[in-house]
């Protein structure tokens, strides 16, 4: 029996992300939205967890399970206009920009084509 599984559970894998990545960063690459655990590493690449909830610096005001997105600049917003899907806010937030608790979509098909 051949055996092509690579990853029994997708939580972190390693990805190439943009330079100047920072472990605790969101990160989206292609279809892939999640959080960086390590700093970009020479080879261009970071462990980046794709589940899981992270206090990350959001902008604006969010309501308990509210799609946040992220922007070009990969930081988070409220704000949906020019921007893709990166994950769902557990608790609700104030106005301005920060701390929040959001959980990524990670490799969420549905959400993926949505954003494309």
């Known amino acids: 029996m051949a055996m092509n599984q690579r990853y029994t559970h997708f939580d972190h894998i ?21 959080v960086a655990q390590i700093d ?10 794709l589940d899981g909830s992270h206090m990350i610096d959001v902008a604006g005001a969010l309501t308990e399970g509210q799609v946040v997105y992220i922007k070009a600049d990969r ?35 549905a959400v993926a084509v949505a954003a494309a």
Not at 40 to 49: C, I, S
């Open 40 to 49: 970009r590493q020479p080879d261009g690449k970071a462990t980046v967890w």
């Open 75 to 109: 930081t988070l917003t409220a704000t949906a206009t020019g921007n893709f899907p990166f994950g769902v806010a557990v608790l609700a937030k104030g106005t301005g920009t920060g701390p929040a608790e959001v959980a990524p979509f990670g490799h969420n098909p």
């Open 14 to 34: 390693a990805l190439t992300v943009p330079e100047g990545v920072k472990s605790g960063q969101p990160v989206r690459v292609g279809a892939v939205a999640g």
